[in-house]
């Protein structure tokens, strides 16, 4: 366990429906970051944020796609009108400014 | 761009034996990190090994150690006395920073599977 959390570890929903995604990153990281990964795939970034602050967010995103980070502690990734090519896992990473990230265990969507 | 590439989709090993992972990258920067990440199956992605790029030095984490190339832009994983529970996937990353941003980039990853 790194400490990082995500919720919920699993989600299946129907095509078009909306889905949240909860991090929970180590207390004391101000740096969070979101990624993708499909299967047999390394992991793609999305998002990050410093403190409260969104610094980037990839062009893999569509505008279907968005994260906030209220008040630099947990973050949350919203996906609106899911589409069947949204399945994936979807991990939470968080870090200091080591450049260390620890990855929390994901959040497994299948869209329907 | 930054690209990470990990030429051997698979690997295996003999218990106890020694095996090398093989990873390359593409950079114009001269100060970076690279990282050495595993994910067991069903398992979250745990950090292996880091190393920066300014020193020399190669990285060592008990069993684990790289062989940093820079001018070859050679980054690779060996690990010594290979035991069952280092079965898993491993991914080689870059750290990428560009106007207050960072971000991993990641090989495809290596699949290594431990033999008893």
């Known amino acids: 366990d790194t400490g990082v959390s995500q919720d919920p570890r699993h989600k299946i929903t129907k095509r078009g429906q909306n889905v949240t995604f909860r991090c929970d990153p180590i207390?004391?990281?101000?740096?969070l970051y979101w990624y993708r990964q499909t299967l047999g795939q390394g992991p793609e970034f999305l998002t990050y944020f410093q403190n409260e602050a969104q610094l980037e967010k990839s062009r893999l995103l569509s505008d279907r796609f968005s994260a906030e980070r209220p008040k630099g502690s947990f973050s949350t990734l919203e996906i609106q009108r899911t589409e069947q090519g949204d399945s994936a896992m979807y991990l939470c990473?968080?870090?200091?400014?080591?450049?260390?990230?620890?990855f929390g265990p994901g959040t497994r969507l299948t869209v329907l | 761009a930054q690209t990470v590439t990990q030429s051997q989709p698979e690997m295996s090993v003999q218990e106890a034996e020694t095996v090398t992972l093989s990873c390359t990258y593409d950079?114009?920067?001269?100060?970076?990190?690279l990282f050495w990440y595993k994910q067991p199956p069903s398992r979250q992605m745990i950090l292996v090994i880091r190393q920066e790029a300014y020193k020399q030095q190669n990285a060592t984490e008990n069993r684990f150690s790289v062989n940093f190339q820079k001018a070859a832009k050679s980054f690779s994983l060996k690990i010594s006395d290979s035991q069952l529970g280092d079965a898993a996937m491993y991914f080689c990353a870059y750290r990428f920073t560009q106007g207050g941003s960072e971000k991993l980039v990641f090989g495809k990853g290596t699949k290594l599977t431990v033999n008893p």
């Open positions: 950079t114009s920067e001269s100060d970076y990190y």
């Open positions: 990473a968080s870090s200091l400014a080591t450049g260390k990230q620890f």
């Open positions: 207390s004391e990281h101000n740096r």
